[in-house]
């Protein structure tokens, strides 16, 4: 077993802050790294909710919303790297690109849930959340023969239905973000200290930007992990 391996551990989560592709609205409080969320009902576990992984292991992990295909230069620094980075693919956002996403696949990245049609799930009755989340596993595996696990609600938002939404979807994870990059390179967090630590989630919002939060990683004696094989 890896040492970082995460396990849920069933304990009840609190809630979570965050921000996300827009200012996050979710419940109160923050994400409990490790601990899985209590939905109510249905008849799978609710998935943890997470923005940072427990692991003895120096590495953080890079995640990219919609829109990562759009820097040209991103496929070749994933494959020269061999950067194990995360998606979250949307269908009406990334649809039309899913070339371009078929080639980063090919050069390690991994591609997960991030909805069908990239709508803010918090409020929306469980049939609704369950045709986005749901909607959006049958369109990657029909594309790319992939059936994701980890899920990302678009803007960060999510209620207790969504968590039982995504598990009756098979999601095993929500996965959120405790440090965010823009386009100006610098990091902006959602909670604790203004730095990295081993485990952090990022939300990289400006793929252009890397290059240079790679030399920031790297000076704080990390590297990037593959999140699938945290989770």
């Not at 909710?49 to 995640?63: E, I, P, S």
């Not at 050069?107 to 369950?130: C, E, F, I, M």
Request: net charge positive; proline share 7%; with cysteine.
């Amino acid at each position: 077993m890896r040492r970082g391996r995460f396990r849920p551990a069933g304990a009840a989560l609190a809630a979570v802050l965050l921000t996300g592709c827009a200012p996050f609205a979710g419940p109160a409080g923050h994400p409990t790294a490790g601990k899985a969320a209590r939905a109510g009902g249905g008849g799978h576990a609710p998935p943890p909710v997470l923005d940072h992984v427990r692991t003895a292991d120096r590495v953080v992990f890079l995640t990219y919303d919609d829109g990562a295909d759009r820097d040209p230069r991103l496929a070749g620094l994933v494959r020269e790297r061999r950067l194990p980075v995360t998606l979250f693919l949307s269908d009406t956002v990334a649809g039309p690109a899913y070339g371009r996403f078929a080639r980063l696949r090919s050069v390690g990245a991994s591609l997960q849930n991030h909805t069908l049609d990239h709508r803010a799930l918090r409020g929306l009755p469980y049939a609704g959340q369950r045709a986005e989340i749901c909607g959006q596993q049958t369109k990657l595996h029909s594309r790319f023969g992939v059936r994701p696990r980890l899920l990302r609600p678009p803007h960060g938002r999510y209620d207790p239905t969504t968590l039982r939404a995504a598990a009756d979807c098979g999601i095993t994870a929500v996965v959120l973000w405790r440090a965010e990059l823009g386009a100006d390179g610098d990091l902006t967090w959602t909670r604790g200290d203004h730095r990295l630590h081993p485990g952090d989630i990022v939300s990289v919002t400006a793929p252009s930007r890397t290059e240079h939060l790679l030399r920031r990683i790297e000076r704080q004696d990390l590297r990037v992990g593959r999140l699938e094989d945290y989770l």
